[in-house]
C-alpha cells in the first residue's frame, strides 16, 4: 500500500471541475462503461467527452497522451450504431488510447522518432482496425521510446512521460503513455505490444495489468514500423486496470486477420469469462530471477509474498522454474537481428536523428553473422522444450515483472543492480525478455508497494497458448491481493 512517504507528496492542484459531472465515469472499469454503453444508459459521446475533460486535467503532469484526435473521436461516437446482437468483444464506443507506434489512419504518428514527427498515415494498423470494428474510439495516441526500443518512455518528439505515483519517476516502457492514461483515468484501455517486456513493465511501474499474450493472438500487419509479418518475438495486446478489463480487451483484440498469416481464431468461449471465473492453480513455481541475473531485495520480497498468497486459495507453491541459461545472448542476438531489419535504411540516411541507444542496437544486428542468427534461434528452441517439459509439473510460473522498482526518469536506464553491472540499455529487463523467448503469455498484475510508495507487479506465465487459464489464475491473485481499487488516480508530484 502507499506509505506516509507518499503520502506526504503534493497532489497536482488539478483544475476545480475537472471532476465534477464526470468523475462517475473515468472511475468505471472498462466491464462496467461497456455495460452501461450497451444498455444505452450512457453514450460513446459522453465518455468521449469525459475523457477528454480528464487528459485536459492530468496529462499536463504526466506527458502521456501528447496526440489527441477527440474531433475525430466525436464523428465516430456520433456515427456509431449498436449491433442487435453484439459479438464478445464488442466494445460499443468505449474510448480507448493506441500506442504511437501503431499507424492510425488521418492521425499523427510518429513512432517516437523526429524522422517520423510529422506522419499521418492513411489507414489502420491491422490492430487499430481490428478495434474500431469492435466498436472501440480512438481518442489519442500514447507517447512512446524511439521506435519503442528501451524501457523508459521519452524521445525527442515529445519529451517525457512520468509516473503518476510520482512524477519525477519513470512509468517504463515502451508502453508508458499507454500505461499513465490507464492508470491516471485518461483511457478505460489501452494498446500497447511487447518486444522485451514492453507491455509488462509499465504495468509493474504504474500498479496496473498488462498482458503479452501469445503471438498472433492479436492480428498485426506490416507497416512502417513493423515490415516483417513473420517476425515471431513481438506481440500486441492490451492494458488495463484489473484482469477483467485487459480480458475484455483482448476479446476485442483477437481473431484471424488475412493481412497477418500467424494470427490466430477467436476462441469458442470469450477470454472474459476465464477472468470471471477466478480459480486457484494447482502448482505455483516462484523464482525470483530465472537464475540469471539481479533483483532489487525489495522487489524480491513484495514479488515472493505476492507468489505466497496463492496458497490461501490452496495451491501449492515452491520455489522453482524452466533452465533459463543463455536467455541473455539469444534475446540480444534475436532482437538486435530484428531491429537492423526494422532501421538499417535508416541508419544509412537519418543517423544524426537517432538516438545512442538505437544506434547501436542496429549496428549490432548489422554485423551479425547467418550462423550467429542460426545458432540463437536453435537454441531458443532448446529453451522452449525446457519450458514445456517444466509445464508438465507445475501450472503457472510466477515471478517479478521488473527486476526494481520505478527510478528517476532522467535516467536513461538501469546500468547496475547492487554489485552487479549491465554492459548496454537492454539486459536490465532481463526477467521479462527471457520469457518472450518462450513465446507463452504472460502479465503483470498489481503485487504492492515499496516502502517509499513506488508500485511493484509480479509476473504470472502461462502455458503456450494458454490465456484464458492465465487469466483466470490472474484474477485469482487479483483477488486475494486486493489492490485493483487503487486506480485511477491523480498525479502525485514528488522527487527522486
Known amino acids: 500500500m502507499p506509505s506516509s512517504a507518499q ?19 473515468i472511475a468505471l472499469s472498462a466491464c462496467d462503461a461497456v455495460a452501461r454503453l450497451r444498455a444505452g444508459e450512457v453514450s460513446p459521446v459522453e465518455l468521449v467527452d469525459a475523457a477528454a475533460d480528464r487528459i485536459a486535467a492530468v496529462n499536463p503532469a504526466v506527458n502521456a497522451v501528447p496526440t489527441l484526435c477527440l474531433d475525430q473521436a466525436r464523428d465516430a461516437a456520433q456515427a456509431l450504431q449498436q449491433p442487435k446482437n453484439p459479438e464478445p468483444g464488442w466494445l460499443a464506443g468505449l474510448p480507448v488510447v493506441v500506442k504511437d507506434l501503431n499507424e492510425t489512419a488521418g492521425v499523427r504518428t510518429t513512432f517516437g522518432s523526429p524522422i517520423f514527427a510529422d506522419n499521418v ?39 517525457k512521460t512520468r509516473n503518476p505515483w510520482n512524477t519525477a519517476m519513470t512509468c517504463g ?89 500467424k494470427s490466430l481464431e477467436a476462441p469458442a468461449v470469450p477470454f472474459l469469462n476465464a477472468a470471471r471465473e477466478p480459480r486457484a492453480p494447482k502448482r505455483v513455481g516462484y523464482t525470483p530471477n530465472l537464475g540469471i541475473g539481479p533483483v532489487d531485495p525489495e522487489v524480491t520480497e513484495i514479488c515472493a509474498a ?70 540463437a534461434a ?14 508438465g509439473d507445475y501450472d503457472v510460473l510466477a515471478l517479478p515483472a521488473a527486476i526494481v522498482p520505478p527510478f528517476d526518469v532522467d535516467i536513461r536506464y538501469v546500468e547496475q543492480v547492487g554489485d552487479y553491472r549491465f554492459d548496454n540499455y ?6 521479462t525478455y527471457a520469457i518472450t523467448l518462450t513465446g507463452c503469455p504472460a502479465i503483470s498484475v498489481p503485487a504492492g508497494f515499496t516502502k517509499s510508495g513506488l508500485p511493484v507487479g509480479i509476473q504470472l506465465v502461462g502455458r503456450p497458448f494458454g490465456e484464458a487459464e492465465l487469466l483466470s489464475y490472474a484474477a485469482q491473485l487479483e483477488n486475494i491481493l486486493g489492490l485493483g481499487n487503487m486506480t485511477p488516480l491523480d498525479p502525485i508530484v514528488g522527487v527522486a
Open 121 to 159: 498515415p492513411t489507414r489502420d494498423e491491422v490492430m487499430v482496425e481490428t478495434l474500431k470494428k469492435r466498436g472501440a474510439i480512438v481518442i489519442g495516441k500514447a507517447n512512446t521510446p524511439e521506435f519503442g526500443s528501451g524501457a523508459n518512455t521519452f524521445n525527442e518528439v515529445f519529451g
Open 378 to 391: 536453435i537454441a531458443r528452441t532448446k529453451l522452449y522444450e525446457r519450458v514445456l517439459h517444466w509445464f
Open 426 to 431: 537492454v539486459d536490465w529487463i532481463y526477467i
Open 7 to 25: 503520502l506526504a507528496f503534493a497532489t497536482i492542484d488539478l483544475k476545480a471541475d475537472a471532476m465534477s459531472g464526470h468523475d462517475e465515469l
Open 306 to 375: 505476492a507468489a505466497r498468497r496463492f496458497t490461501d486459495a490452496g495451491s501449492f507453491v515452491e520455489e522453482s522454474c524452466p533452465d533459463f541459461s543463455g536467455s541473455m545472448d539469444i534475446f540480444q542476438t534475436l532482437r538486435a537481428a530484428l531491429f537492423a531489419s526494422i532501421a538499417a535504411p535508416l541508419l544509412d540516411n537519418h543517423r544524426d536523428q537517432l538516438k545512442p541507444e538505437m544506434v547501436w542496437q542496429v549496428e549490432k544486428g548489422m554485423a551479425l553473422t547467418a550462423g550467429e542468427v542460426g545458432r
Open 173 to 261: 516502457g515502451s508502453s508508458g503513455g499507454s500505461a499513465v492514461s490507464v492508470a491516471t483515468g485518461m483511457s478505460w484501455l489501452a494498446t500497447g505490444n511487447d518486444l522485451g517486456g514492453s507491455l509488462r513493465t509499465p504495468a509493474s511501474f504504474c500498479s496496473i495489468v498488462g498482458l503479452r499474450p501469445s503471438v498472433g493472438r492479436v492480428a498485426h500487419g506490416a507497416g512502417l514500423m513493423w515490415q516483417d509479418i513473420h517476425q515471431s518475438l513481438v506481440a500486441e495486446g492490451p492494458l488495463g486496470r484489473s484482469v477483467p478489463d485487459v480480458a475484455l480487451m483482448l476479446d476485442a483484440q483477437s481473431g484471424r486477420h488475412p493481412r497477418d498469416p
